[in-house]
């Protein structure tokens, strides 16, 4: 499977952003996928994570109730929309896919991006003050 992220951009801070991971070559349907992302100079963090059927998600608590994680299995992409964008939101944004483990239960979620074996190129976002 490959995986192709895009949707980033130049934004203000207080503005909107939705990124979009789209798959091809293979089904996401039994799989987790993350968001992941990584300033200059700092490590890569996880942002935000669904499961396979979507049922179950994971924040990081500085994005929670600004984020908001989805999925559309019938169109093999899965989404980040993000409201009130922040500086230090400014990162590129890279999709992963843990294509490790099928899952058809809808409850499995790893957070760590080790838990993720398949990874797509990034999308830069970057939030001006």
């Known amino acids: 499977v490959q995986l192709q992220a895009s949707g980033g951009g130049l934004v203000q801070a207080g503005g909107s952003l939705r990124l979009s991971c789209a798959a091809s070559?293979?089904?996401?349907?039994?799989?987790?996928i993350g968001w992941f992302r990584q300033a200059p100079g700092k490590e890569r963090e996880t942002v935000s994570c669904?499961?396979?059927?979507?049922?179950?998600?994971y924040y990081r608590d500085s994005v929670k109730g600004r984020f908001t994680i989805s999925r559309d299995n019938a169109k093999n992409t899965v989404y980040l929309q993000m409201n009130s964008l922040k500086p230090e939101d400014s990162a590129v944004y890279y999709c992963?896919?843990?294509?490790?483990?099928?899952?058809?239960?809808?409850?499995?979620?790893?957070?760590?991006?080790?838990?993720?074996?398949?990874w797509g190129q990034g999308t830069l976002v970057t939030v001006s003050s």
């Open positions: 070559g293979d089904t996401l349907e039994y799989h987790a």
């Open positions: 992963a896919a843990a294509v490790g483990v099928a899952d058809f239960s809808g409850t499995y979620v790893p957070e760590a991006p080790h838990g993720y074996q398949k």
């Open positions: 669904i499961s396979s059927t979507g049922s179950t998600t």
